[in-house]
T-cell receptor, first 115, second 107 residues
Framework: GAGVSQSPSNKVTEKGKDVELRCDPI?????LYWYRQSLGQGLEFLIY????????KSGLPSDRFSAERTGGSVSTLTIQRTQQEDSAVYLC?????????????FGQGTRLTVV | RKEVEQDPGPFNVPEGATVAFNCTYSNSASQSFFWYRQDCRKEPKLLMS???SGNEDGRFTAQLNRASQYISLLIRDSKLSDSATYLC????????FGAGTTVTVRA
């Protein structure tokens, strides 16, 4: 399809393991966002990529979290040494341009469970 | 102070009722605002943008009050299908989300 694609849709991992979450944005979208949503909570901003600019990493909760965006397209969010509090739905969104009223489209998310 | 704060709800209303709720934002220079809708265990989807002069989309009306730094959403003639969490979003290059207002429409 033409929407934002995230994989895997579900991930169960043991505490202390590393995980990689993938986001394929809509083709041509220059802006890409990662958010985290814990059960019953709002969306917590993690990181923002816009074109070739340096990413805004101000939302990353610790140095165990990192993200890359290769070639201005696919993005990978990596969580090292996972902890139980990392359990959440990780949502990726993309938009065409940083301008007035540009809609952001979300993927269906990766549900991460750390056991 | 959080960047975006919303009425927490929940709002539990009968079909056909009108329900309205607000969202305040902290950055007076913010230019771009949205309402998103999120159904249970689904991703957020755009409901409507919010324009300076206010705007309607069918039964939904959004208003912006820059002086008081809040936006509002009003739903008229509520339908069962309107049951969802409504997220206020401020676009200051990164999208800042409110925690959401839960609306339940009962038969």
């Amino acid at each position: 399809g033409a929407g934002v694609s995230q994989s895997p849709s579900n991930k169960v991992t043991e505490k202390g393991k590393d995980v990689e979450l993938r986001c394929d944005p809509i083709s041509g979208h220059t802006a890409l966002y990662w958010y985290r949503q814990s059960l019953g909570q709002g969306l917590e901003f993690l990181i923002y990529f816009q074109g070739n600019s340096a990413p805004d990493k101000s939302g990353l909760p610790s140095d165990r979290f990192s993200a890359e965006r290769t070639g201005g397209s696919v993005s990978t969010l990596t969580i090292q040494r996972t902890q139980q509090e990392d359990s959440a739905v990780y949502l990726c969104a993309s938009s065409l341009l940083r301008s007035f009223n540009t809609e952001a489209f979300f993927g269906q998310g990766t549900r991460l469970t750390v056991v | 102070r959080k960047e975006v704060e919303q009425d927490p709800g929940p709002f539990n209303v009968p079909e056909g009722a009108t329900v309205a709720f607000n969202c305040t934002y902290s950055n007076s220079a913010s230019q771009s605002f949205f309402w998103y809708r999120q159904d249970c265990r689904k991703e957020p989807k755009l409901l409507m943008s919010v324009y300076s002069s206010g705007n309607e989309d069918g039964r939904f009306t959004a208003q912006l009050n820059r002086a008081s730094q809040y936006i509002s959403l009003l739903i008229r003639d509520s339908k069962l299908s309107d049951s969802a969490t409504y997220l206020c979003v401020v676009n200051d290059y990164k999208l800042s989300f409110g925690a959401g207002t839960t609306v339940t429409v009962r038969a």
